[in-house]
């Protein structure tokens, strides 16, 4: 017992880690079997004359600096309201600032001889919210297997991508309204100089993100400024499914509206409005009551920084392994559908074939076309995916892995939403929080799967593992998906092989066919 005390005690005054790096020494703090580094600048502050501008690289600062607590996030609604599956540890984040240009390391409290992958998570918000310090992007539990994890804030809303004619005339290459993405890719920079400080291996980085994080993956890889920095990458619920980048002049038509909201004739004029004015004064499309204006902000595709639209996978980019994929339950329709609800779903999303679908899927009563919406977005969503990864294969001859996640996430009270939006991230990252949701054995096991497959991939850019299903890259044909749950296994989850031959053909003659 005297033994196991001084044991205790030995562990309880273990000193905070220090590190060394080229940017500046740091100080953090022992988190269970990890060291975390919290809130560590990678660029300048974005205020002032440098708001809307590309990220300032930051001089090393002198000293030890505390890297024990989160920085703010970036300019966005505080605090969130809950709304459908989404309880806190989704939502969740710190104050906003303009000043938010921060990362968050985690790394193994024992990191062994040798250089560890790293994983850089851009994480996901519509582009108008969201944080690195979101609780369920905790790296602890990831790190603890042998990774350095790190998340990262960019800017968001109308300070992440905001597009005018003036702001195109400051720049020396002419891009515009991507400061969100130059925001990763100062990230990247900063950890290629740094990582191998904290124990990572600056020549194994995979970015990863969800959602909007995903699309943020996707525009990274056609990004000019972003080659070599990274050797891999994962985009969870983002490729394939729509979202494309703004074209520059519609993304100049927001931009003046925006000027005019603002009350303001010059970008200079608007540069000197305090951010919280900026922000009250530009509301985004979501969580905004009806009847208000609001402004739609995201990537921009300014023939500069961001060159191509990445949307269908045939723009050349980054030869890099990508693992990409979307879960069961979400874009799914959530109203019950009358059976002229859905006839008109189906003629306003696919003209050309309706005829074929509305056969095809039967909808006699509200049942039968509830259901049929359903497993409709379902099927054009995973035919969506599998083309985005042919069409990359051709592109770029690197290999895309495509997953299909089906585990749902448990609750302990009200409505399931099955496996949801994001549902997936918690499984990733470990954090299974059972003082949040009623996590079982069986929960965690499919925790170790995931985690098995891209810690795998970050380590070799294959994301096979001992014990698992072989997970081939897609072929010329989409019909290579990994099913990733309580029963992995490789297949097409197309209803049927009828409706996955129209959505291909439609999809191939030009049709589009993402949830988005």
């Not at 850089?120 to 790296?139: K, L, M, P, R, T």
């Not at 899927?361 to 049929?372: C, I, L, R, V, W």
Request: a neutral charge; proline letters at 10%; charged letters at 20%.
């Amino acid at each position: 017992m005297a033994a196991l005390a001084a044991l205790a005690g030995a562990v309880a005054a273990e000193p905070d880690p220090v590190v060394h790096a080229p940017a500046g020494t740091v100080k953090g703090r022992v988190v269970e079997e990890a060291r975390a580094f919290l809130g560590v600048p990678f660029a300048q502050a974005p205020v002032g004359e440098r708001r809307w501008r590309s990220p300032e690289p930051l001089p090393a600062w002198q000293g030890t600096r505390e890297a024990t607590a989160f920085g703010a996030s970036c300019m966005q609604p505080y605090p969130v309201p809950r709304f459908g599956p989404y309880t806190a540890e989704f939502l969740d984040t710190p104050p906003p600032a303009e000043d938010c240009l921060f990362l968050n390391l985690w790394t193994p409290r024992d990191r062994g001889t040798g250089l560890l992958p790293v994983l850089v998570w851009i994480h996901g918000g519509g582009f108008g919210g969201g944080s690195g310090a979101v609780e369920i992007y905790d790296g602890r539990h990831l790190a603890t297997q042998g990774a350095v994890v790190i998340t990262v804030n960019y800017r968001v809303g109308a300070f992440g991508f905001l597009a005018h004619p003036q702001l195109a005339l400051e720049s020396p290459a002419g891009s515009v309204g991507n400061y969100g993405l130059e925001d990763v890719v100062a990230a990247l920079r900063w950890v290629r100089r740094n990582v191998a400080a904290f124990g990572g291996d600056p020549g194994r980085v995979t970015i990863a993100g969800q959602s909007a994080g995903a699309v943020a993956v996707d525009d990274l890889l056609v990004a000019p400024e972003a080659r070599g920095l990274f050797t891999a990458a994962i985009a969870e619920s983002g490729s394939g499914l729509g979202v494309s980048a703004l074209p520059r002049t519609e993304a100049y038509a927001t931009g003046q509206r925006a000027l005019a909201a603002l009350g303001v004739g010059t970008v200079a004029a608007a540069r000197a409005q305090p951010a919280a004015r900026v922000y009250s004064q530009l509301p985004l499309p979501f969580l905004t009551p009806p009847g208000v204006e609001t402004f739609s902000f995201r990537p921009v595709l300014d023939g500069s920084f961001l060159p191509a639209d990445p949307v269908d996978g045939s723009a050349p980019g980054t030869s890099v392994p990508l693992m990409t994929g979307f879960n069961a339950d979400e874009f799914l329709p959530e109203a019950s559908q009358s059976p002229a609800d859905f006839e008109q779903l189906v003629r306003r999303r696919f003209p050309p074939i309706a005829d074929r679908l509305l056969k095809l899927y039967p909808h006699a009563d509200a049942g039968e076309a509830t259901e049929s919406a359903r497993t409709l977005t379902r099927d054009a969503i995973v035919v969506a995916m599998s083309l985005y990864a042919v069409r990359r294969r051709g592109a770029t001859s690197a290999p895309t892995y495509v997953y299909y996640f089906e585990h749902p996430l448990p609750v302990a009270s009200g409505p399931s939403f099955g496996t949801f939006h994001t549902g997936e991230v918690p499984y990733v990252f470990g954090t299974l929080e059972p003082a949040r949701r009623p996590y079982t054995e069986a929960d965690r096991a499919v925790s170790r799967q995931l985690q098995a497959r891209w810690l795998a991939f970050m380590r070799t850019g294959d994301p096979n593992a001992d014990g698992l299903p072989d997970w081939r890259p897609q072929g010329p044909l989409a019909d290579r998906v990994m099913i990733l749950g309580d029963r992995p296994r490789a297949g097409m989850p197309v209803s049927s092989p009828e409706r996955q031959r129209v959505l291909v053909e439609y999809a191939q003659a030009g049709g589009r066919i993402g949830a988005l």
